[in-house]
C-alpha cells in the first residue's frame, strides 16, 4: 500500500490564532469560559477542557472571569451583554468570518435581503445572522432551496466559509434568476478552497481517501461529500481507533487529509496506523 497527503494538512491560520488567544488567556487567568466548543475537533476540545477551559451553554452561569469568543463567531448582542456583566471577552473569530458579518451589515444597512448560502444550524451562520440589521435573511444549502425563496429585487449573497465552491455557483446561477440586482461576494476560505482543490488532485491518484476530522465539522464535511462526488471510495474518522483495517486489504494507493481544524498529529496517527499495517508513505 502507497500512502498520499496533500501538501498542506493540520490546523489553518485562523484555528492557530484562535488557540493561541486561549492558551495564552489561561495562563493568566484561572476562570475562562467558552460558548460552545472554540473549534470543531474533539481532541483539541478535549485538550482544552483538561486546561482548565469551561464549556457553558449562556451567560447567567457565569459571574466572573474571561469569555472567550469561539472561532465560529457570535451574536453581537451576546458579546455586548458579556461586556455589561463586567466580563473580559476575548474574541477569538476567525478572520474570514469577520469579513462575512461585516459584509452582511453593510448589505442590510444598504437594503439588500441578505441570502446565505450554508447550514442555518451551524454557529458561524446564526452569528452571521445576527449581524444582519435590517429585513429578513435567507439561508439555502443546495440550489432545490433556492426554489422556496421569493422574487427580490435586491439581494446580496455570501456564503458559509467552509462552503464548497461547486455548490455555491450552482445556487448563485440560480438565485441571480430570482432577482432584479444581485450582489454576490465569495466568502469562502481561501484555505479551505485550496484544501478542497488538493483534494481534487489527491483523488484522481489514489483508490480511497480517508478524510480526519470532527464529526461536527462543517469543513471536513465538505472533504466528505467532496471526495464521494469524485467516486473515490471515502472513509470519514475523528481518530485512529475509528479507522478499521479490514476495509483497506487489497487498496494499494491511499490517501490521507483532514479539516482545517484537524491536528497535523491526528493525521499523522493515522497515516502511522497504515504504515505498521505494511503501507509505503509517499
Known amino acids: 500500500m502507497q500512502i498520499f497527503l496533500p501538501e498542506k494538512i493540520g490546523l489553518c491560520f485562523g484555528v492557530k490564532r484562535a488557540l493561541k488567544l486561549t ?3 489561561i ?24 486546561r482548565g477551559i469551561k464549556s457553558i451553554g449562556n451567560l447567567s452561569q457565569i459571574k466572573e472571569g474571561t469569555l472567550i469568543i469561539r472561532s465560529h463567531g457570535e ?17 477569538a473569530t476567525c478572520p474570514y468570518v469577520l469579513k462575512v458579518q461585516k459584509i452582511v451589515r453593510s448589505l442590510s444597512q444598504e437594503s439588500y435581503r441578505v441570502i446565505i448560502v450554508g447550514t442555518d444550524t451551524h454557529p458561524e451562520v446564526r452569528g452571521v445572522i445576527a449581524n ?16 422556496k425563496l421569493p422574487f427580490l429585487k435586491k439581494a446580496g449573497i455570501v456564503a458559509q466559509t467552509t462552503e464548497n465552491i461547486e455548490n455555491f455557483s ?11 440586482e444581485c450582489r454576490v ?30 464529526y461536527n465539522s462543517s ?51 493515522i497515516k502511522n496506523k497504515l504504515l505498521n499495517q505494511g503501507g509505503k508513505g509517499t
Open 219 to 269: 469543513n471536513t464535511h465538505q472533504l466528505v461529500k467532496l471526495c464521494q462526488s469524485l467516486e473515490v471510495k471515502t472513509c470519514f474518522v475523528e481518530k485512529e481507533e475509528d479507522l478499521s483495517m479490514k476495509e483497506w486489504k487489497g487498496i494499494k494507493r491511499v490517501g490521507i487529509t483532514g479539516g482545517t481544524s484537524t491536528p497535523e498529529e491526528v493525521i499523522e496517527k
Open 170 to 180: 450552482r445556487i448563485v446561477k440560480r438565485l441571480i434568476e430570482k432577482t432584479s
Open 27 to 50: 495562563k493568566r487567568n484561572r476562570k475562562v469560559y467558552i460558548l460552545g466548543d472554540l473549534i470543531h475537533n474533539p481532541q483539541v476540545a478535549e485538550n482544552l477542557r483538561r
Open 185 to 214: 461576494f465569495n466568502t469562502i476560505c481561501r484555505i479551505i478552497r485550496e484544501r478542497q482543490e488538493e483534494i481534487r488532485k489527491l483523488a484522481r491518484e489514489v483508490e480511497a481517501v480517508i478524510v480526519v476530522g470532527g
Open 132 to 147: 444582519v440589521k435590517k429585513g429578513r435573511v435567507y439561508v439555502v444549502k443546495n440550489s432545490q432551496e433556492t426554489e
Open 75 to 91: 451574536d453581537p448582542s451576546v458579546i455586548r451583554e458579556a461586556r455589561k456583566r463586567k466580563l473580559r471577552v476575548l474574541d
Open 23 to 25: 492558551l495564552d488567556e
